[in-house]
């Protein structure tokens, strides 16, 4: 039987080698590890493996944004998510992106082993803390709408808010009582984590998900 080829992305060296020695442990041929988002697009579209793990907060590209642009190329690709992020807006912009599966870090070699067979053979799966948060979202209805960009804090979104609703950094700072340069900082920020090259593609980004509309 073939053995698994996987991707490893995380941006804690020391962590990446512990999932390696566990993965190989298991059996499954790690063809490549990547500390960002953009290391792990270019490795994926490189190596094409079975199985993508995939960390969600990294500099210069987060998870969410390097699944999006992976199953964008390729709709077949299998992300399974390995992260600390345990939040609702994590998890669900995580499966809009993509994902096929979601487990929290700190899983015992076994539950990772499960996921990853379940993943391999395209099955969506979940960790036990995560599935009854999925249970309690659905249970609830579907009236709780996940906030966009969850990569991004609370002022991120904020400035991309109003950036999206056509305002200057010189009026942004104004209406939020900062200074000029703390929303260029802010800016530079989204830029990075959402993986786009200016302004304008901001914000498209943003008005697509609803933002800049107040």
Not at 9 to 21: N, W
Not at 79 to 91: K, N, P
Not at 108 to 123: K, Y
Not at 135 to 144: K, M, N, S
């Amino acid at each position: 039987m073939t053995a698994v080829r996987a991707v490893v992305a995380d941006d804690h060296p020391v962590f990446r080698a512990g999932l390696r020695v566990l993965l190989e442990d298991l059996g499954v041929d790690v063809v490549a590890e990547a500390g960002d988002g953009e290391e792990a697009v270019a490795a994926v579209l490189r190596e094409r493996p079975d199985v993508v793990f995939m960390d969600l907060q990294m500099p210069r590209l987060g998870g969410i944004e390097a699944t999006r642009r992976l199953v964008a190329e390729d709709p077949d690709v299998r992300v399974l998510v390995l992260t600390m992020v345990a939040d609702d807006d994590a998890l669900f912009a995580a499966v809009q992106a993509g994902a096929l599966g979601y487990v929290l870090k700190g899983a015992g070699q076994a539950e990772i082993g499960r996921a990853l067979a379940a993943v391999a053979a395209g099955e969506a799966v979940y960790d036990a803390q995560v599935a009854r948060r999925l249970r309690a979202f659905f249970t609830a209805g579907a009236g709780v709408v996940a906030r966009p960009f969850p990569e991004l804090t609370d002022r991120e979104r904020e400035v991309l808010d109003l950036m999206a609703a056509g305002l200057p950094n010189a009026t942004i700072a104004r209406r939020l009582f900062v200074s000029e340069k703390t929303v260029r900082n802010n800016v530079t920020a989204v830029f990075a984590k959402l993986g786009v090259r200016d302004r304008a593609e901001a914000v498209v980004r943003a008005r697509e998900a609803g933002l800049g509309r107040s």
